[in-house]
C-alpha cells in the first residue's frame, strides 16, 4: 500500500486525515460544555469523572481494538470507534440523570478506544519507514485542528441554540467520518473474518512490552491533559475567558505548524533530541497556566503548551512504530494509547480530586502537572540509554 516513490500525500492517506478530523471533532466539541451541564443535573462533585470514566473505558477496550486491528483489519476497526460517536450523541438528550450521564461517558470511551489504535497502524503501512515522524505530525495536524474547531464550535452552538443540538452536530460529524472510511482501502496483508472468539484475550495480547520506553513518556506527559480538561473551562472563565472553547483553539492552532517541523526532525535527528525539548517546554507551559493572572496570561501558556504538545506527540507515536514489530503494530499501538489514557484519566482523578468548588486549588494542580514531567524528562535523560533511531531522509 506504500506509495512507489516514497511519498506520503496519497488519497488514502488524505481520507484517512480527513476521517481523523471529524471523528476528532465529533467529541472534543462536547468537552468545554460538559462540566456545567453534569453540574447542572446535581453532579458538580463528579466533574473528575467525566474525563476519568471516557478513559477508562478506552484503555480496557484497548487491547481487544489492538488484537482485532491485527486481524480483521484496520478499517473495520476504525468504523467501530465513529459508530460509537454517533450513537452517543443521540443519547446524551434522552438520558438525563446523573447516572444516565455517566453511564455514556463511559460508553463514548469505547469510541477513542478503536478508532485512533486502528488509525495509527493504518497511516503506518501506507508511508515509507524513514517518513513516519512525518506522517505523524501531518495527521497529527488533521486530528489536532478537529480538537481546535470541536470545542469553539461547541460552545457556540450551545450558547446561540442548546446543547442538545450540540450532541446531534456531534453525531453528525461521527456519521461524515463513518462515510470517508467507506471509499478507504484497507491495508492488512491478511484479513481474517470477525468471530466472538477474537475477543479471548490472553495477558500475552495485552501489553507490546517492546514500547514501555515510549508509554511510560506518554503516560506521565498527558497526566497534564486529562487536567486540563477537567478545569481549564473553571480556570478560563475566573480568569475572565468568554468562551471555554478559546484554550483549546489557541493550543491547538498553536501546535499546527509545529508538528510539521517536529515530526520530520525527529525522523532526521532521532526522537530523543527533540521528545527532551517537548517535555522542557511541557514543564514551562504547564508552571505558567497555574500563576496566569488574566486571560491574556493563560492564552500565552496554551499557546506554550500547543508548542509542547505539537513536538511530542508526532514523535513519541513514531518511536512507539519504531519500537514495534510489523506483525504486532495493533498491538503496539494499543499499548500506547492504554498508556496516553491512563495518563489522561490520572490527570483527570487528580484535578477533580483536588478541585470541586475552590478555584484556589487549580494553580496547585497545574504545578503538579509540571513536577510530573519533570519526572518523566528525568526519565529520558538518567534512565532511557538505548541508541536513538534516526534515519536518513
Known amino acids: 500500500m506504500q506509495h512507489p516513490n516514497g511519498s506520503i500525500y ?5 481520507l484517512v486525515c480527513l476521517s481523523s ?14 462540566p456545567a451541564y453534569l453540574t447542572s443535573m446535581g453532579g458538580a462533585e463528579y466533574k473528575g469523572l467525566i474525563i476519568a470514566l471516557f478513559t477508562l473505558t478506552a484503555g480496557i477496550s484497548r487491547p481487544f481494538s489492538g488484537k482485532l ?9 476504525m468504523a467501530v470507534g465513529s459508530v460509537v460517536c454517533f450513537l452517543c450523541g443521540f443519547l446524551y438528550p434522552l438520558l438525563t440523570t446523573v ?8 460508553l463514548h470511551g469505547f469510541s477513542t478506544g478503536f478508532k485512533p489504535t486502528a488509525t495509527a497502524a493504518y497511516v503506518a503501512d501506507l508511508v515509507p519507514e524513514n517518513r ?10 488533521c486530528f489536532s485542528t478537529g480538537l481546535a474547531i470541536g470545542p469553539a464550535i461547541g460552545s457556540t452552538i450551545t450558547t446561540y441554540f442548546s446543547i442538545d443540538i450540540l450532541f446531534y452536530c456531534s453525531s453528525l460529524f461521527a456519521l461524515l467520518s463513518i462515510v470517508i472510511l467507506a471509499n478507504m ?15 479471548k484475550i490472553s495477558r500475552k495480547e495485552i501489553i507490546e512490552w517492546q514500547v514501555l520506553p515510549a508509554c511510560i513518556i506518554i503516560f506521565m506527559s498527558y497526566i497534564s491533559y486529562g487536567a486540563i480538561l477537567t478545569v481549564i473551562g473553571d480556570w478560563g472563565t475566573h480568569l475572565g475567558t468568554s468562551n471555554k472553547g478559546l484554550f483549546f483553539m489557541v493550543f491547538t492552532i498553536s501546535s499546527l505548524v509545529i508538528r510539521f517541523v517536529a515530526g520530520k526532525a525527529s525522523d532526521q535527528y532521532g526522537r530523543m533530541i527533540i521528545l527532551k525539548v517537548s517535555l522542557g517546554l511541557l514543564v514551562l507551559a504547564m508552571f505558567w497556566i497555574g500563576i496566569a493572572q488574566n486571560s491574556f496570561s493563560l492564552m500565552c501558556a496554551s499557546a506554550l503548551y500547543g508548542v509542547a504538545t505539537g513536538m511530542l506527540s508526532p ?11 510489523a506483525e504486532h503494530r495493533g498491538k503496539a499501538m494499543a499499548t500506547m494509547y492504554i498508556a496516553l489514557e491512563a495518563g489522561i484519566g490520572m490527570g483527570a482523578l487528580l484535578a477533580g480530586w483536588l478541585f470541586i468548588t475552590d478555584i484556589t486549588m487549580i494553580p ?11 519526572l518523566a524528562l528525568l526519565y529520558l535523560q538518567l534512565l532511557y540509554k538505548k541508541k536513538d533511531q534516526v534515519t536518513t531522509l
Open 10 to 14: 496519497t488519497l488514502q492517506f488524505g
Open 21 to 34: 478530523f471529524l471523528f476528532s471533532a465529533s467529541f472534543n466539541m462536547l468537552i468545554p460544555e460538559l
Open 69 to 77: 486491528t491485527d486481524t480483521v483489519g484496520r478499517i473495520p476497526v
Open 99 to 106: 447516572a444516565g450521564f455517566l453511564f455514556l461517558r463511559l
Open 132 to 141: 513516519w515522524g512525518e506522517a505523524m505530525g501531518v495527521h497529527g495536524v
Open 185 to 199: 482501502k484497507e491495508t492488512l496483508p491478511k484479513v481474517q473474518k470477525f468471530k466472538l472468539s477474537l475477543f
Open 315 to 325: 514523535t513519541a507515536t513514531a518511536w512507539t512504530i519504531d519500537l514495534s514489530l
Open 364 to 374: 496547585v494542580i497545574f504545578y503538579a502537572c509540571s513536577a510530573i514531567t519533570v
